[in-house]
């Protein structure tokens, strides 16, 4: 099937440049008083008929530009648009090649009266260090989402699972109108909103905010998307409704309606469903095909989350309902808020089995186990940002949240371990059933002031975290070892848990100008973390039927306390061309453990130097090099160094080690980025290492009887090594198709140490990920979208009688969607995965495959739709992963076939209706 449509396809390409001709236009844009270049000046072909874009470009340093392009127009208009300037329009009869020589721009001194205007959509524009798009340039389909039109954008990708890249940088939030939209999550936007409200698209590097309060610019490691909407649209409201039911009793249901008054939104959302779904999807035709990772679910994706709010227990099937409020508003040089809250509730079960094959320096030894788990939570979770301007050169933050939670589960999990022989040596049949409560609140309160016009400022932060976690747990077990000496162990216990973890921060920082772009940071930040961990197990009492037995040996009642001070000394340089940042800190730390029920106490303080630095070089135009370092302090978890055995699995005892240091990870990243606006081609590549001192590592050892025991100890010797990269290209002709195609490869070398059975065990693993994708759109009519990844381990052991491991996967992925005939719409989602090498009894490969089909009606505002969800029944759950001493395959609940009947509503009601349009000059 690959194979055939490569070939159709690329016969439908050929096909479709004999009717075009390519034509280059050359020339050189000027100030028309100072004669000047102007760089950064957008240029733009648009059809004389419908104002369809051809093609574009943007002008260089010294002013000259080069359009290139491929249309069956015989004449275009062709405008120049230059910010603070006045737009120019000129009608050109194409040739091949065309040279304008200079073209002048004059100030936009006065608004003009009197002048005849048009309608000007510039497609992009260059603003400092913002990058504009007219989303109203590129032409999607009537109901398109925001997320349909970003991936027309150069340079941008969206993936399977909605993950927003710009030239390989991965975008961090999304803004509406300079605001949070329910969260930082960008999904939520980008798969809600529809295209058809917003008037610009802005790309920039993401900033703190005490980069937005002095105005510098971002560091470049992440993006920031801010949907602007269009005047016309910024006052009235907008809703989204749907609704569908099928077989095996599946349904979902939700529902968006967002309130526009200028600054100001109300947005309220809703949802149900039993086909794990987030619920914030209003695609019209993909939007209830629950979650699947691409197609086929590698990984446990019962749960889903949107930003830090998270729904479910990851595992299975979910069904989750939610209902959020957000509200945002804002008023220049006086104030920001938003806000949102939500409340879930979702039922879970997941049934699975894993097959694991243990690696010994000598031997080799399996286990076997199968689990059933069902399990509920209710949460209400909700979070603000407060900023108010006291004046120009003092602002005020406070940014609280809150999380309160309930959670019960049950789990059965039956486990069966014997020898290379196959014959068993131990078994484990255990029962747990836990009930929950969850109590988080944080709050910061930051305070900027300026001190001067130069950059000298001062930053003063105060943070909390409160934490209380209760749990109450029944564990009943039953292990049988076999051989010579057979015996029972029976475990039937309760646990009380009850945790406080209380951390209080405060953090000042103060600049000092060196220079005019050169900048000295003072800065000191203190940090107290308390604990209080009792831990109640009581056995149970066979002549009272009750839980009454102390369990002393299992239990702990102490206080672990983690004061950490971190003095640090920064310089900074900042400009257009270069920027670089150097950070030293000394971080003092004190642990000290109180456990008055064991009678132990540890006091451990370390003392680290710790640094981070970035650089970024522009080489030229939309070309830049990027470099980022630090290291970090990992300091053990109070589980890895509590000396009081862990029992969750009878064959596999857990027991601290209060002696650990902590471990301290370098990591050093390079990238280069070139975008080319000329030839709408983009290249990011990167290399990248990790290497980690004092690893805290886990030490197993095994008996006869294939029990084990596991503590921690420092290990030194492990590093990750990584490196890839991203090349795309668009090409486009008039509004016949647009194609655009990107290659990523990705490569990395890990190499961990450990121990297995007091032998040191040192495994090296090369990854190897290349992925290959198309975006063709034929007339807004036709679009399909091919996929193909390859996924390569190869791992290697440093101990002479265990094999080395390889395996591949492959996976084919192709969306096809048709948009005839009018107002029909037909959706195939099609996925074929094979995992190479899962051991027997788990399915190797599958065909996975959505069909929807969908009927709009009323004006597009209502569609109808049947979908078929894992029409050939295929869908699976399987995975294999490699470990320091381990293989295991794995395979666990996941929907498979149903049918489901849908309706979706959209609802919109706008007014203040103001169309703005600009002074535009036409020359032939």
């Known amino acids: 099937m690959p194979k055939l449509f490569y070939l159709f396809f690329i016969a439908l390409f050929l096909s479709l440049q004999t009717n075009s001709q390519e034509f280059l236009v050359k020339g050189k844009v000027l100030d028309a008083s100072s004669k000047q270049p102007l760089e950064a000046t957008t240029i733009y072909a648009e059809s004389i008929q419908d104002s369809t874009l051809i093609t574009y470009t943007i002008s260089k340093q010294d002013g000259i530009f080069e359009l290139e392009g491929k249309t069956s127009l015989k004449e275009v208009n062709l405008y120049f648009s230059f910010n603070g300037y006045k737009s120019l329009v000129k009608k050109i009869t194409l040739k091949s090649q065309m040279d304008l020589g200079s073209v002048e721009l004059e100030e936009q001194a006065q608004e003009l009266k009197g002048v005849q205007v048009v309608g000007e959509r510039v497609p992009v524009t260059i603003k400092q260090d913002t990058l504009e798009f007219n989303a109203d340039s590129f032409k999607t389909r009537p109901d398109a989402t925001v997320e349909d039109v970003l991936k027309k954008l150069p340079g941008v990708e969206v993936d399977s699972d909605g993950k927003i890249t710009v030239n390989g940088k991965e975008v961090s939030q999304v803004l509406v109108n300079g605001q949070v939209f329910f969260s930082n999550d960008p999904k939520v936007a980008t798969k809600s909103l529809p295209k058809e409200i917003i008037s610009k698209i802005q790309i920039m590097d993401t900033k703190t905010k005490t980069q937005e309060f002095t105005g510098e610019a971002g560091d470049g490691e992440t993006k920031t998307i801010n949907l602007t909407i269009k005047e016309d649209k910024n006052n009235g409201y907008l809703g989204r409704m749907a609704a569908g039911y099928g077989t095996d009793d599946r349904y979902q249901g939700n529902g968006l309606l967002n309130y526009f008054n200028g600054q100001e939104r109300i947005s309220v959302i809703a949802g149900s469903n039993n086909i794990n779904n987030s619920g914030f999807s209003f695609d019209e035709i993909y939007d209830m095909v629950g979650n699947t990772s691409g197609g086929v679910s590698f990984s446990n994706s019962g749960d889903f989350r949107v930003g830090d709010l998270s729904f479910g227990f990851g595992q299975g099937i979910t069904t989750a309902s939610n209902l959020g409020a957000s509200y945002a508003n804002q008023k220049k040089d006086k104030f920001e808020v938003n806000g949102n809250y939500f409340f879930s509730y979702s039922d879970s079960f997941n049934d699975e089995k894993t097959s694991r094959e243990n690696i010994l320096p000598d031997s080799r030894f399996f286990t076997d186990t199968e689990t059933n788990f069902t399990g509920s939570t209710n949460s209400n979770q909700g979070s603000a940002n407060l900023e108010f301007d006291i004046d120009k050169t003092l602002r005020i933050s406070v940014d609280p949240s809150f999380n309160v939670s309930r959670t019960n589960s049950a789990n059965n999990r039956n486990t069966i371990s014997s020898d290379e022989q196959g014959n068993a040596i131990n078994s484990n049949s255990a029962q747990t059933l836990e009930d929950g409560f969850q109590r988080r609140f944080s709050n910061e309160l930051t305070l900027f002031k300026k001190l001067d016009t130069l950059g000298r400022y001062v930053r003063v932060s105060f943070s909390n975290e409160n934490r209380l976690n209760s749990n109450l747990r029944n564990f009943n077990s039953i292990r049988n070892t076999f051989g010579d000496n057979p015996r029972e162990d029976i475990l039937d216990q309760r646990t009380s848990t009850d945790i406080d973890n209380d951390t209080y921060s405060a953090e000042i920082t103060y600049r000092q100008p060196l220079a005019k772009e050169l900048f000295l940071d003072f800065g000191y930040e203190y940090e107290n973390n308390q604990q209080n961990n009792t831990r109640s197990v009581f056995d149970f009492d066979n002549s009272l039927g009750t839980y009454t037995n102390f369990n002393q040996l299992q239990s702990s009642d102490f206080r672990f306390s983690n004061i950490q001070q971190t003095p640090s000394l920064s310089i900074r340089h900042n400009n257009k061309k270069f920027r670089f940042g150097v950070t030293l800190n000394y971080k003092l730390t004190n642990l000290k453990n109180q456990d008055d029920l064991q009678n132990t106490s540890f006091q451990k303080s370390y003392e680290n130097m710790l640094f981070s630095a970035n650089a970024n070089y522009a080489l030229g135009e939309n070309k830049r090099l990027s470099l980022w370092s630090n290291s970090r302090l990992n300091v053990p978890t109070i589980n890895q160094l509590q000396p009081v055995p862990n029992i969750n699995d009878p064959l596999n005892i857990i027991v601290g080690n209060p002696n650990l240091s902590p471990s301290v990870?370098?990591?050093?990243?390079?990238?280069?980025?070139?975008?080319?606006?000329?030839?709408?081609?983009?290249?990011?590549?990167?290399?990248?290492?990790?290497?980690?001192?004092?690893?805290?590592?886990?030490?197993?050892?095994?008996?006869?009887?294939?029990?084990?025991?596991?503590?921690?100890?420092?290990?030194?010797?492990?590093?990750?090594?990584?490196?890839?990269?991203?090349?795309?290209?668009?090409?486009?002709?008039?509004?016949?198709?647009?194609?655009?195609?990107?290659?990523?490869?990705?490569?990395?070398?890990?190499?961990?140490v450990g121990f297995t059975n007091g032998s040191r065990l040192e495994t090296t693993t090369l990854s190897l990920n290349p992925r290959a994708s198309i975006t063709f759109n034929y007339r807004e009519i036709l679009e399909l979208e091919p996929e193909y990844r390859i996924s390569y381990s190869d791992t290697k052991y440093n101990l002479e009688a265990l094999d080395d491991i390889n395996f591949t996967s492959h996976n084919f992925g192709l969306k096809a969607t048709a948009y005839w005939p009018e107002n029909v719409i037909w959706g195939n989602d099609i996925t074929y995965s094979y995992n190479g090498n899962v051991g027997p009894g788990f399915d190797k490969d599958a065909l996975f495959w959505n069909m929807s089909l969908g009927v709009q009606m009323l004006q597009k505002k209502v569609t109808l739709k049947v979908l078929a969800y894992d029409l050939l029944n295929q869908n699976i759950n399987t995975r294999r992963t490699v470990g320091d001493?381990?293989?295991?395959?794995?395979?666990?609940t996941v929907l498979q076939r149903y049918f489901m009947f849908s309706a979706s509503f959209k609802f919109d009601q706008f007014g203040g209706k103001n169309d703005k349009k600009s002074d535009v000059y036409y020359y032939n």
Do not use: C, H
């Not at 990238?671 to 709408?680: G, L, Q, S, T, V």
């Not at 990269?725 to 070398?749: A, R, V, W």
């Not at 001493?885 to 666990?892: C, H, L, N, R």
């Open 665 to 752: 990870a370098n990591q050093t990243y390079l990238n280069y980025n070139d975008y080319n606006w000329k030839e709408r081609t983009g290249l990011y590549v990167y290399v990248g290492a990790n290497l980690e001192k004092d690893r805290v590592s886990s030490i197993t050892t095994t008996n006869e009887d294939l029990l084990r025991t596991t503590t921690y100890t420092n290990v030194n010797g492990n590093y990750n090594l990584d490196g890839g990269f991203s090349y795309s290209k668009q090409i486009k002709k008039d509004s016949t198709y647009t194609l655009k195609y990107s290659f990523n490869p990705y490569m990395g070398y890990r190499k961990n």
């Open 885 to 892: 001493d381990y293989i295991q395959d794995f395979q666990g």
